[in-house]
């Protein structure tokens, strides 16, 4: 099991992962950055011409850089981009990345998947080495829920059914997106026990599955 340095302090630094296009300023991803001082966003560029290997370069670079553990939360292509960072930059399980909040992934495996985002298919089949969430909705344009919940199973993601949401983005009216925050508070909680240790993956996905029930994990951690 990993174990955080000493030096960072155990707060972690939320990275926000945006999709195709960006998030605009009613997204909840810019809301979050505007009212978290832990929260910031990967400036992937090439946002309407995206590239797999110039974004995961991009999202590298500002994992590299953070002074503490680091959750992503990715939106739409973003969840495609940081499954790629984990296949490329190989990591213990919980370090330097310790969780992820996956949000309305897009599934570049359709036939019908703009030019734009080939590069990111197809879209990998492997445990991702942190807990995570993968949170869907049942009406998104962009992936089918059943395909969602495939793409949570080939993640070990726990899978959260948003209901009938749209895309999960500004569209969906969410605003600031309170739910959100609760499933970003359970893989936080998910990602280090007391004194600053990574959990077990048995641990972290008991607290992603219950989120009430934290001590318990936190015994065996």
């Not at 939320?14 to 001082?37: A, C, D, K, M």
């Not at 993601?157 to 009938?164: I, P, T």
Request: glycine letters at 10%; charged letters at 15%.
């Amino acid at each position: 099991m990993g174990h955080y340095s000493s030096t960072l302090g155990l707060n972690p630094s939320i990275l926000t992962v945006p999709g195709f296009g960006n998030s605009g300023p009613t997204h909840w991803q810019t809301l979050w950055e505007q009212s978290r001082l832990d929260t910031r966003r990967v400036e992937l560029g090439m946002w309407d011409t995206p590239h797999r290997n110039a974004w995961v370069t991009k999202l590298d670079q500002a994992i590299s850089q953070a002074q503490a553990p680091v959750i992503l939360v990715g939106h739409s292509l973003g969840c495609q981009a940081i499954s790629w960072w984990a296949s490329l930059s190989p990591q213990p399980y919980g370090w330097p990345v310790a969780g992820a909040l996956l949000v309305a992934p897009a599934d570049v495996d359709r036939p019908d998947i703009p030019s734009e985002l080939s590069t990111f298919a197809p879209a990998l089949r492997a445990p991702l080495p942190f807990p995570s969430i993968l949170v869907a909705s049942a009406d998104d344009p962009w992936i089918e829920l059943a395909r969602a919940r495939s793409l949570a199973a080939d993640w070990g993601s726990h899978f959260v059914d948003a209901g009938a949401q749209g895309h999960l983005n500004a569209a969906s009216g969410l605003g600031w997106w309170p739910e959100g925050q609760e499933l970003l508070d359970r893989v936080i909680a998910a990602s280090g026990g007391p004194h600053g240790e990574a959990r077990t993956p048995t641990d972290a996905r008991a607290i992603l599955a219950h989120p009430g029930d934290k001590s318990n994990a936190a015994t065996h951690a």
